[in-house]
């Protein structure tokens, strides 16, 4: 179940699926770069103005899940306007800036997003636009994004899955309950 905390702005409220810390790995494959596994947390936070702050760390992980180099680090700021419609402004440290406008599917947990404007710096890889997907799926965060450039149309480059990170004190909450013994718990 999900909980809309008290101190979240109204507007807001259709992207409460996102807030928390994140988990998880996926797969990165686009042409002219070395195809890999990685490893990937973000975040989705809230100060109770109208917007959610948003930070993604990915890394190249080695064939035993052990993070090997930074791959992708970006961050920025989510929206939602009075039709349900979904705006995010995002910088990634290889020097891109993007504008994505999307919007929330109709009674489920998702958003399709795709960008409306780049800029980026002359040291920058070509890059021309994107498309992403975030579902909220049995608990879980999964997304899939689209990428493209002057000489690649867009097509899949990343995707991963993640769990929610739950802090100790959250723990605590949901083992308040149990028997002092617990051993109760596991009959």
Request: one cysteine or more; hydrophobic letters at 40%.
């Given at each position: 179940?999900?909980?809309?905390?008290?101190?979240?702005?109204?507007?807001?409220?259709?992207?409460?699926?996102?807030?928390?810390?994140?988990a998880g790995a996926g797969?990165?494959d686009f042409p002219g770069?070395?195809?890999?596994?990685?490893?990937?947390?973000?975040?989705?936070?809230?100060?109770?103005?109208?917007?959610?702050?948003?930070?993604?760390?990915?890394?190249?992980?080695?064939?035993?899940?052990?993070?090997?180099?930074?791959?992708?680090?970006?961050?920025?700021?989510?929206?939602?306007?009075?039709?349900?419609?979904?705006?995010?402004?995002?910088?990634?440290?290889?020097?891109?800036?993007?504008?994505?406008?999307?919007?929330?599917?109709e009674n489920k947990p998702?958003?399709?997003?795709?960008?409306?404007?780049?800029?980026?710096?002359?040291?920058?890889?070509?890059?021309?636009?994107?498309?992403?997907?975030?579902?909220?799926?049995?608990?879980?965060?999964?997304?899939?994004?689209?990428?493209?450039?002057?000489?690649?149309?867009?097509?899949?480059?990343?995707?991963?899955?993640?769990?929610?990170?739950?802090?100790?004190?959250?723990?605590?909450?949901?083992?308040?309950?149990?028997?002092?013994?617990?051993?109760?718990?596991?009959?």
């Amino acid at each position: 179940m999900i909980e809309i905390p008290s101190d979240l702005h109204p507007d807001i409220a259709p992207l409460v699926f996102l807030l928390g810390d994140w988990a998880g790995a996926g797969v990165f494959d686009f042409p002219g770069a070395e195809k890999c596994n990685f490893g990937q947390e973000v975040t989705f936070r809230h100060d109770g103005r109208p917007f959610l702050e948003y930070t993604s760390h990915t890394w190249v992980l080695d064939g035993d899940g052990n993070k090997v180099r930074p791959l992708e680090s970006e961050s920025g700021f989510w929206r939602v306007d009075g039709d349900r419609k979904v705006e995010v402004v995002m910088t990634r440290d290889s020097g891109v800036i993007e504008i994505w406008y999307g919007e929330l599917a109709e009674n489920k947990p998702q958003i399709d997003l795709a960008t409306d404007a780049v800029a980026r710096i002359a040291s920058a890889d070509e890059y021309s636009g994107g498309k992403r997907l975030f579902g909220y799926v049995k608990g879980d965060l999964m997304w899939v994004g689209e990428k493209a450039t002057p000489s690649v149309p867009l097509r899949p480059y990343m995707s991963a899955h993640l769990k929610k990170v739950v802090s100790p004190a959250e723990w605590i909450k949901d083992i308040k309950d149990l028997p002092d013994d617990g051993i109760a718990f596991f009959k």
